[in-house]
């Protein structure tokens, strides 16, 4: 089905995309990121100080844009780890709340690793919960956590 011309309804790209987003068209939508916090923002850009960066990643392309319009944005990282769960991203590609004077059609709902689900509260403040370890996790609650996240290790 990848690559197929019958199965794909986007013909030009991203453009026909976003235009579904924005006419409200799109019900759900995965994004992930290179670093995603506690917050559920997502950082598309780099790792490090601004302008001497550690680490660079393939840019943001439409993620905010899709962030605010999509209804439901469920994230995703297979790495649960110290350098991809972090307490604070280093930049902000997309937002995972705004004030509520800034209208938000869309937000995350869940963030999905390969050792467990977290879910986001449903208001403005998008803090996480944890929802579920995956089959051979375990989670274990540290004092000294690294990130606003809960640890999960391996049975």
Known sequence: MLGSRRFN???????????????????????SGGQIDGEANINLVEVG????????????????????????????????????????????????????????????????????SFTFAASYSASSRFASASRGGRVRHSRKAYSTFCRVVPS
């Open 9 to 31: 309804p986007f013909g030009e790209g991203g453009r026909e995309l976003f235009d579904c987003a924005a006419e409200g068209r799109i019900d759900a939508f995965f994004l």
């Open 49 to 116: 100080e601004a302008g001497h960066p550690t680490a660079r990643f393939p840019g943001s392309f439409g993620s905010a844009y899709l962030y605010f319009l999509v209804p439901k944005i469920v994230l995703f990282r297979e790495a649960h780890s110290r350098r991809s769960l972090v307490q604070r991203v280093d930049f902000i590609s997309a937002p995972g709340k705004s004030p509520e004077n800034v209208y938000r059609r869309g937000g995350p709902k869940a963030l999905v690793t390969g050792l467990a």
